[in-house]
């Protein structure tokens, strides 16, 4: 294989390690912190992110996700953690822009080059109209016990009143 072929090759590797879903609905990055120091390569780091939920106006999440240091790491050949916290709020008066189902997804991220991904979904407790956002990672032949779960009492705001979760179910 000429010198040419692997650099397309290690091209390609690199462009599908990337995010799973792009655009404008990606996480805003908000802060690295260092927690483990490498001399000669890149320092593993916890990474939080703000999330809208684009369905639902005036709900954020937000997320700390570990990230790998080391040359493996920084190349994307590394496995990331599975370990995710998630903490979502109320940011203003709720509003739905349209119908979702129990379980629907609000954002995936690969975490491996090919098997692992995290995912961020959205449910609704109908009878205390809250919405509960679970995060958890999983892999093709292997899950992963790995997750947490945020809930959003859904209160006036203003003089907005409160939606009601279960109206905007599909079942």
């Not at 462009?15 to 690295?32: Q, R, V, Y």
């Not at 995710?84 to 509003?95: I, K, N, T």
């Not at 009878?127 to 992963?144: A, Q, T």
Request: with cysteine; glycine share 10%; net charge negative.
């Amino acid at each position: 294989m000429t010198w040419l072929k692997i650099a397309a090759l290690a091209a390609g590797i690199f462009a599908a390690a990337g995010p799973a879903l792009a655009g404008e609905d990606d996480p805003e990055l908000i802060f690295k912190k260092s927690t483990v120091f490498r001399l000669l390569s890149p320092d593993a780091k916890l990474a939080t992110y703000a999330l809208d939920d684009p369905l639902v106006e005036g709900v954020a999440c937000h997320f700390t996700v570990p990230e790998i240091g080391g040359w493996k790491g920084w190349a994307g050949f590394a496995e990331e953690r599975s370990e995710v916290s998630l903490a979502c709020r109320q940011v203003g008066p709720v509003s739905f822009k349209g119908r979702f189902e129990q379980g629907d997804e609000l954002y995936r991220q690969r975490r491996s080059l090919f098997f692992k991904k995290m995912q961020i979904v959205r449910g609704c407790d109908a009878k205390r109209n809250v919405l509960v956002y679970l995060v958890y990672s999983d892999r093709i032949i292997e899950g992963s016990p790995q997750n947490s779960t945020s809930t959003v009492p859904i209160m006036p705001w203003g003089d907005s009143p409160a939606p009601l979760c279960g109206g905007f179910l599909d079942e």
